[in-house]
């Protein structure tokens, strides 16, 4: 179970903060057994499998999951922040990266594997410590034999603002000898 915590080291608003986090080890593929993609993400959302560990280092987590499609959400925080003082963009790539590709994940047969090979991020508004929860809904344009399309968008969870888009392509191959 993942536990998220930033708190001031004093009661001093400038003063410096700490943030920790837990997770679960991953499970090799291997262990999921025969399952499609899409059976694997939905093994996450109950629980049976944990998330991936790179969820909790920033804070967001697969939420739904159906055919050809995957929704992640996450919230901002001051530990995302840049020199601006925005949340860093590499956040909402990040967030965008995990949505297409768990979305082309739910397309994919028992035995294949995807890779991002392209990831193309448009930033439409900034996203601050503050901001409201975000979700980001990741839907498969095209699966083929090789490649796979996919588009996602990151609105605010309460009044459906979008903060971003993005488009990726990824490559599909066979994991361990598999289809």
């Known amino acids: 179970m993942t536990r998220l915590t930033s708190r001031p080291a004093t009661g001093d608003t400038s003063a410096t903060r700490s943030r920790t986090h837990t997770w679960e080890p991953p499970r090799s593929l ?44 996450g919230e901002p925080g001051q530990h995302l922040l840049n020199p601006m003082g925005s949340v860093h963009g590499g956040f909402l790539a990040t967030l965008l990266d995990s949505a297409l590709g768990s979305a082309v994940m739910a397309t994919l047969p028992a035995g294949r594997g995807y890779s991002t090979i ?48 993005g488009t990726t392509t990824c490559a599909l191959f066979a994991l361990h000898g598999g289809a």
């Not at 991936?52 to 929704?71: I, N």
């Not at 996203?127 to 095209?142: K, N, S």
């Open 118 to 165: 392209q990831l193309g991020v448009n930033l439409v508004r900034p996203v601050y410590a503050d901001t409201q929860p975000l979700r980001c809904e990741g839907t498969v344009i095209h699966t083929g034999r090789t490649t796979a399309t996919a588009e996602a968008r990151v609105t605010g969870k309460n009044d459906g603002k979008l903060y971003a888009h």
């Open 30 to 73: 291997a262990e999921a057994g025969n399952r499609s993609g899409l059976e694997l993400l939905r093994l996450i959302l109950d629980g049976e499998v944990p998330q991936a560990p790179f969820s909790s280092t920033v804070g967001f987590r697969l939420v739904e999951a159906t055919e050809g499609r995957a929704v992640f959400e």
